[in-house]
């Protein structure tokens, strides 16, 4: 999976287009992108391939998405969505 992440950079995932890719693994995949149409609010989305635990996974980040610290990342949304064919 890994040698497919770099290729997906100028895709679109469910609205947040993956601008560049900043590093991953075989088992996940970080992007820049960005929250409005004028690119002025920034963020970073993860990708990781979807397997049989995945609603159990989405619903831990749902809890820990409520959590708020000044040095915790804010999970801004978390869900599935479909990339070439691969559900994440």
């Known amino acids: 999976m890994s040698e497919a992440w770099k290729t997906w950079e100028g895709q679109a995932v469910d609205g947040f287009p993956l601008r560049q890719y900043l590093g991953g693994s075989d088992h996940s ?6 929250l409005n149409s004028s690119g002025e609010q920034k963020a970073a989305i993860k990708l990781i391939p979807a397997d049989a635990s995945a609603y159990a996974q989405l619903a ?3 809890v820990a998405g409520e959590l708020t610290h000044p040095y915790l990342l804010q999970l801004i949304r978390v869900g ?7 559900n994440f």
């Open 60 to 62: 831990k980040w749902r």
């Open 29 to 34: 995949a970080v992007y820049l992108t960005q």
């Open 80 to 86: 599935r969505c479909e990339l070439a064919n691969t």
